[in-house]
T-cell receptor, first 115, second 115 residues
Framework: AQKVTQAQTEISVVEKEDVTLDCVYETRDTTYYLFWYKQPPSGELVFLIRRNSFDEQNEISGRYSWNFQKSTSSFNFTITASQVVDSAVYFC????????????FGPGTRLSVLP | DAMVIQNPRYQVTQFGKPVTLSCSQTLNHNVMYWYQQKSSQAPKLLFHYYDKDFNNEADTPDNFQSRRPNTSFCFLDIRSPGLGDAAMYLCATELAGGQGTDTQYFGPGTRLTVL
C-alpha cells in the first residue's frame, strides 16, 4: 500500500526566511502522481502542484519551488522569502493509477511564519 | 468563476438528528469525493462517485450515506450523528479519464458541530 510521510509536524520561521517542507512517499507503482495542497486557517484545500512519476524536472512558481527525486522517493517543497500569508498546513499527497483511486494524504506540516 | 461550493459552511446539529451537507460544482467534473477531516489530521476519504457509480471506502461507517442526483450536485447524509462525527467535511471534484488521474479541486468545507 502507498504511504506519504511528512516528518515535520510543525515549523516556525521568521518572515523572509526560506523554508523547505519535506515529503517522502512509498509506492509499488511505476506510474503515480504527487501533489501539494495548502490549507489556510479558512479550511479550504488549495491545489499547488501535481507531478507525475515520469517527470523529474524541478519546478518553480514565483516563491514556490519543488524538488522531485525518485532516487530518494522525495518531493520536497521550498518557499523562498516566506511571508505571513504562507502560514498554513501543507499536505503532500500521492495517487496511484487513475482518477484518484488510492489517493493518500500525508499527515501535513503546519507552517507558521512570524512577522 | 467555476468552482466547488459547499453549503452550509457551518452546521450545528444535535446528537442523533439527521443532517445533510451539500456540494455543488460548476466544473462539470465526472468524479466527486467526500472527505472527513478531524482537527490536526489529514483528510480521510469517505466515498466517491464516478459519474453515477458509487464507491464506498471499506472503513466508512454505515451512518454515512451519499447521493448524487446529477453531475453538479452531491450530498452527504449523516443518519444519526454522534459526537465523534464532529469534523470538517470536504467535497472535491476531479475530471478523470484518458491520460490518468487529474487534480482534485476542493470546496471550502462544512464544519459540523454535534451537540
Amino acid at each position: 500500500a502507498q504511504k506519504v510521510t511528512q516528518a515535520q509536524t510543525e515549523i516556525s520561521v521568521v518572515e523572509k526566511e526560506d523554508v523547505t517542507l519535506d515529503c517522502v512517499y512509498e509506492t509499488r507503482d511505476t506510474t503515480y502522481y504527487l501533489f501539494w495542497y495548502k490549507q489556510p486557517p479558512s479550511g479550504e484545500l488549495v491545489f499547488l502542484i501535481r507531478r507525475n512519476s515520469f517527470d523529474e524536472q524541478n519546478e518553480i512558481s514565483g516563491r514556490y519551488s519543488w524538488n522531485f527525486q525518485k532516487s530518494t522517493s522525495s518531493f520536497n517543497f521550498t518557499i523562498t522569502a516566506s511571508q505571513v500569508v504562507d502560514s498554513a498546513v501543507y499536505f503532500c499527497a500521492l495517487s496511484e493509477r487513475n482518477y484518484g483511486q488510492n489517493f493518500v494524504f500525508g499527515p501535513g506540516t503546519r507552517l507558521s511564519v512570524l512577522p | 468563476d467555476a468552482m466547488v461550493i459547499q453549503n452550509p459552511r457551518y452546521q450545528v446539529t444535535q446528537f442523533g438528528k439527521p443532517v445533510t451537507l451539500s456540494c455543488s460544482q460548476t466544473l462539470n467534473h465526472n468524479v466527486m469525493y467526500w472527505y472527513q477531516q478531524k482537527s490536526s489530521q489529514a483528510p480521510k476519504l469517505l466515498f466517491h462517485y464516478y459519474d453515477k457509480d458509487f464507491n464506498n471506502e471499506a472503513d466508512t461507517p454505515d451512518n454515512f450515506q451519499s447521493r448524487r442526483p446529477n453531475t453538479s450536485f452531491c450530498f452527504l447524509d449523516i443518519r444519526s450523528p454522534g459526537l465523534g462525527d464532529a469534523a470538517m467535511y470536504l467535497c472535491a471534484t476531479e475530471l478523470a479519464g484518458g491520460q490518468g488521474t487529474d487534480t482534485q479541486y476542493f470546496g471550502p468545507g462544512t464544519r459540523l458541530t454535534v451537540l
